[in-house]
């Protein structure tokens, strides 16, 4: 790791912070929850939920059946995939349920000891860390309020990404393999397969495909406010995360939707295991969104209370924008995505992902040429590919989006 | 793991049902917590804490302000813990931060490839969970509301234990050895000491203390319901969960309070790798009843409002019934405790842990014996020492302690 900082100086002046877009922050639609927030809002008495156990009748013993109702509900509203015959398994994010599927398919049966640890790979550009990067200042004083004792010189490292999660404890059960397209060791595998892809946005499938592989779906963003819902998704582990979903990043849940009920059992024992269940509080808030969201959403009539609406409104115009702007230089490329027909608005869409992939056409490092513009951003090494690459986070508040705008005409020099 | 049963007959019988007295799941003092319903009441509406970040001017930047600032008021009114100068890091539940502190104290710097990790102990008894056990039935409809649909027939592994959260991914970093007493390897290692102890209530200190060696305390029993507070501990790492100091197991919050900024910020990473920080809803709650705990301890007058007294008074009485029908059998003991002058209470007390640890003195399987009378508890190789030994849960609700006290007589043969 770099020493840490010891540049102290306060600095407040909005136009000379440093902004922060490589972690995702998802503020872009919080205006829209502010509108709702006497409808969203949710009360807990003093006696509440205090019990470890919320239905014993479930295999995932900590899921709130509100919880459970109101994430079936929301997919068959959405259509973005099948929940029928379907375990839920409920998780802190879905990094743990990430987690805990890794442990469900590598540790029953036990391995024997000293068995080498199961391979987990994912297509490049895949979600990924790269441990050489270190600690990472925040200086925003946009991503908080401007506080001075508050916003400087902090040391974060939001390092959510599949390589960090699978290998921070050096697992016996697991270990990170890279790139699925070069990967050729023999044995069991994992596959993760991101789609919507992050960094670049694409749909995918899995592209080992050998017998002896399970395959980890991490939907993350098949919501409509970033693609078109084509079909529901009908996979053997399906992840999802209510940060991504609605922008409730501080609630920190997630959910697994798993067909086979053995694999649930080891999942729940995982999160059994690291933190007897999940946060009840916010399993009962989600649930009580979630249900706000999917009245509106079957609700005919003021389309300004369809938070997928709004949200795929919000998308639309700041990539346009982003669009506009890298079409001026004739050095920087976006990914192009394929309009395909919504079966949730019943319209053709597009894809807007949360982050936007940027590619420079000469051999340059670009995340430290964003750096030199006050931008951060993360590179392309850290998934896997080149550094002519970067991953932009379009999803923070107005004001970061506008000031992105304008330092971006600088960087790609028009 | 046993293969699942296939009991599937309902029996809703309470005088007939398995009562499970393992888990320890703490409801002795929801009655009072039934009273605060109002007073503790906490309303979040649809747009608040929606960002992943709570708080960049702290090395936790997922810690709730508020919730900092309730943490170490009820240290100072209770007097059991120094939060002078320390850092706090929050958890979802304590659990994980015993994860992320093995991490902390094995990962900075990383050791090299191929090093041995480090060894993980605690002295006998410990908390440990047994990897032979595998799933338990949970039928008790005590647990939970008699409905049909939900009570039966499900397996829950409520596995939070030293040895299992330890080993459980087999980490490449730490590994469990056993009893702290008997621990001759050399090079590093890290002691868990947990005071009061769980299962046996004692109060505890390192064993080992060789230079090479780190501690961690989990003082999760440390509060005036179950002991005496004669101190305010003061040790680098120190763990404390909601679920114990009140009784809300579901919230999931747990804290440590930790002297070194580079440990605290090791642990912070952990907590971000693994779960992008913890449930900012149930963080609120936490903050909003450990405030209104603390008023109410500060305020002279009714007692009745005091939480700590109130669940001493029941712990107190708890105890006599056991102690008074334990008396009558010559071939069963329990633990004698020291009485304490109480910095808290001002006077004078005994330690009423939240389980009892009962004693043979013949050579059987208590645990089986218990089972045959449909007494569900852990056994003492569990926890490192013999089978002469259980564990019992005694912060059930009042009906399951009243139905253990029934049948206890009968496993004591009196």
Request: glycine share 8%; proline share 6%; hydrophobic share 35%.
């Amino acid at each position: 790791n770099p020493p840490p900082s010891s540049d102290s100086s306060v600095n407040l002046d909005i136009s000379d912070s440093v902004l922060n877009l490589d972690v995702g922050d998802p503020r872009a639609f919080e205006k829209f929850w502010k509108r709702m927030d006497e409808k969203c809002k949710v009360t807990i008495s003093g006696s509440e939920v205090m019990s470890y156990v919320s239905d014993l009748g479930n295999v995932c013993w900590f899921l709130e059946p509100k919880l459970r109702d109101a994430i079936k509900r929301v997919h068959r509203v959405v259509g973005n995939a099948a929940t029928e015959d379907r375990h839920i398994v409920v998780g802190t994010g879905s990094t743990t349920l990430f987690q805990a599927a890794l442990y469900a398919l590598t540790s029953s049966p036990p391995p024997p000891p000293g068995a080498q640890p199961v391979s987990v790979v994912s297509a490049a550009p895949y979600y990924s860390g790269g441990g050489s990067r270190g600690l990472m200042v925040f200086r925003s004083p946009l991503l908080h309020p401007p506080d001075p004792s508050n916003a400087l010189n902090v040391k974060v490292n939001p390092k959510r990404c599949f390589k960090d999660v699978t290998d921070y404890l050096r697992s016996g059960l697991y270990k990170w393999e890279g790139d699925a397209y070069t990967f050729d060791k023999d044995g069991p595998y994992i596959e993760i397969v991101a789609s919507p892809n992050n960094p670049d946005g694409t749909i995918r499938e899995a592209v080992v495909n050998r017998g002896d592989g399970k395959v980890i779906h991490d939907l993350a963003y098949y919501w409509p406010q970033f693609t078109a819902i084509t079909h529901p998704a009908d996979y053997d582990i399906m992840l999802f995360t209510f940060s991504k979903g609605t922008g409730h990043a501080g609630t920190r849940i997630g959910w697994a939707l798993v067909k086979d009920k053995e694999v649930a059992k080891k999942m729940t024992e995982c999160i059994t295991i690291s933190s007897i269940g999940v946060s009840k509080e916010s399993q009962l808030r989600t649930a009580k969104i979630l249900d706000v969201l999917s009245d509106d959403c079957q609700s005919f009539g003021a389309i300004s209370e369809n938070f997928f609406e709004y949200g795929y409104a919000v998308m639309a115009e700041r990539w346009a924008k982003l669009r506009a702007l890298v079409k001026k230089s004739n050095k920087f490329s976006l990914p192009k995505y394929p309009q395909e027909s919504c079966i949730f608005s019943g319209k053709f869409k597009e894809t807007f992902p949360s982050f936007a992939w940027l590619k420079c056409k000469e051999d340059v490092d670009l995340a430290s040429l964003f750096k030199a513009h006050k931008l951060i951003v993360r590179g392309g090494e850290r998934f896997g590919v080149g550094r002519e690459y970067v991953r932009i986070s379009l999803i923070g508040r107005d004001e970061e989006f506008n000031l992105l705008l304008e330092r971006l005409a600088s960087v790609l020099g028009i």
